[in-house]
């Protein structure tokens, strides 16, 4: 008899050499897949797969013109859109299930249109960016995504609205390389609710980010879509590594935050990321998220910057 993970990678086999070719493709669609194929964090790629599935079905009825249009003329049309599509894709469904359904639809398309497309955001004020720092209390203030702890002339720099800019550093972690731009390690406002989606600037919407997780963060929005591995890298100790995609680590970060022996998280310090020594791809399936004490690469994580693709 067959044990569940040689059957279903033997299932696989096909859909995966030949994409293109249907006849596998139908096949390996209806094939339950074992839950340890995704790893330890499975929740987040299956998660992001319904995402995808869900938010194509949903932002399908938006399109460019939204953009000039008065408010209420956008939402009459995606109203009328919604109800065109649950008519000829979802249907048949009774009067009232449709009008409630396309009210929805038109809600979530119009909030999913205004987040890829208004970027303009009030700044925050001086008041509220010292509130932020003080809010550490005696603690140093921290990256929510990544834990890591803000210089003083950074917080510094923030507190005044300062552009900061550190000297670009030599050695960086080869799996999260931040600090090889001068701008990496500054402080950044990040809005827990969007927003483009109607979040505000109130103080407990706010959390402190540093430049590099934001940017990484502002890539992704799932896994599916946070761009592909980074490049090939030979580590001088580890050996060939294929690098993870910055945002595939500021998601997993942010989404897990704690260590994976100990459970410690950013508030406890900076957090780090590796995989076992079988895993040379590092892709957010066997990535796994370690404190500074229990990071498997400690003597191995800080490279020279410049042999980094
Ligand atoms: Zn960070
Ligand atoms: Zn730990």
């Not at 550190?166 to 799996?175: C, G, N, P, R, Y």
């Not at 950044?188 to 706010?206: C, E, F, I, K, S």
């Not at 890298?233 to 595939?248: I, K, R």
């Not at 900076?270 to 791809?281: E, F, M, T, W, Y």
Request: hydrophobic share 40%; aromatic share 8%.
């Amino acid at each position: 008899m067959t044990s569940v993970i040689e059957s279903t990678i033997s299932n696989a086999k096909d859909a995966l050499i030949s994409p293109w070719i249907t006849q596998g493709m139908v096949s390996f669609s209806g094939q339950q897949l074992p839950d340890a194929t995704a790893g330890r964090h499975g929740w987040i790629l299956r998660a992001d797969a319904k995402l995808v599935q869900i938010r194509w079905a949903i932002e399908a009825i938006t399109s460019p013109e939204l953009a000039s249009m008065p408010p209420a003329k956008a939402r009459l049309l995606i109203y009328r859109r919604a109800l065109t599509l649950i008519d000829a894709e979802f249907g048949p469904i009774n009067k009232k299930e449709r009008e409630s359904t396309a009210r929805k639809l038109q809600e979530i398309a119009l909030s999913l249109w205004r987040a890829r497309h208004s970027a303009s955001r009030a700044p925050i004020s001086p008041a509220d960016r010292l509130a932020l720092i003080a809010s550490f209390d005696k603690g140093q203030p921290y990256c929510w995504i990544c834990g890591v702890r803000f210089s003083s002339s950074a917080t510094e720099a923030f507190i005044r609205g300062k552009r900061f800019l550190s000297t670009s550093q030599l050695f960086v972690d080869f799996a999260y390389p931040r600090g090889r731009n001068k701008s990496d390690l500054a402080v950044t406002v990040d809005h827990v609710l969007p927003v483009a989606a109607g979040g505000t600037n109130d103080l407990d919407n706010l959390r402190l980010c540093c430049s590099w997780c934001n940017t990484a963060k502002s890539d992704a929005l799932d896994v599916y879509r946070s761009g592909q591995y980074r490049g090939s890298y030979e580590h001088p100790t580890l050996g060939m590594f294929m690098l993870p995609s910055y945002s595939w680590v500021s998601r997993l970060l942010a989404l897990v935050g704690a260590c994976s022996d100990c459970g410690r998280n950013q508030a406890d310090g900076p957090l780090v990321i590796a995989a076992s020594s079988a895993v040379r791809q590092l892709n957010p399936a066997f990535l796994r998220i370690y404190c500074l004490d229990h990071d498997p690469w400690a003597d191995e994580r800080i490279v020279p910057a410049k042999g980094l693709p």
